[in-house]
């Protein structure tokens, strides 16, 4: 007994179902891609400025930057990423817990062309302890076509003091 179809039959189908499932597996990879990539980012949970009142502006003189520098590398997308390195130091008799500062930075007329707030340390990171200094790192994906490529200028805006 046979089901109707001859195995000429069959293999005549075949390539038809084949390129069906190439062209469905391309649409369907096609439309994730789109999703992912046009759809917007999640919403950041709003990070709330840290306190610059008077008793952390007179603090804020006891926070130095040392041993500036800057690198640029490509990522895996091939694009150029820009690498802000430092030390920053605590000399006052206080642990810090979080520092947020601003940096700027300028093109050849010295004019701002990038300003950004960051955090130096996580949450969860120990306090910078009196008297001691820690590294930091920050990254940025696109700078502006104007920026001199100079180190910016770094000013302390919010201190978390223990």
């Not at 990539?37 to 930057?65: C, D, R, T, W």
């Not at 300003?115 to 306090?127: E, G, H, I, V, W």
């Amino acid at each position: 007994m046979t089901d109707g179809l001859t195995n000429k039959d069959s293999d005549n189908r075949t390539p038809t179902v084949l390129f069906i499932g190439v062209v469905a597996a391309v649409l369907l990879l096609g439309g994730v891609y789109l999703l992912a990539h046009y759809s917007p980012a999640p919403a950041k949970e709003a990070v709330k400025p840290l306190a610059m009142g008077p008793a952390e502006q007179a603090y804020a003189q006891n926070i130095q930057f040392t041993d500036p520098k800057l690198a640029r590398a490509a990522n895996f997308l091939n694009q150029e990423v820009t690498f802000v390195f430092g030390t920053v130091s605590n000399n006052g008799p206080r642990a810090v817990r979080q520092i947020e500062i601003s940096l700027e930075f300028h093109d050849l007329f010295n004019q701002v062309v990038l300003r950004d707030t960051q955090r130096l340390f996580s949450p969860t990171a120990d306090p910078l302890a009196p008297n001691s200094s820690r590294d930091f790192q920050l990254s940025y994906e696109t700078m502006p076509a104007q920026w001199n490529q100079a180190y910016p200028t770094v000013h302390v805006t919010g201190l978390d003091l223990k």
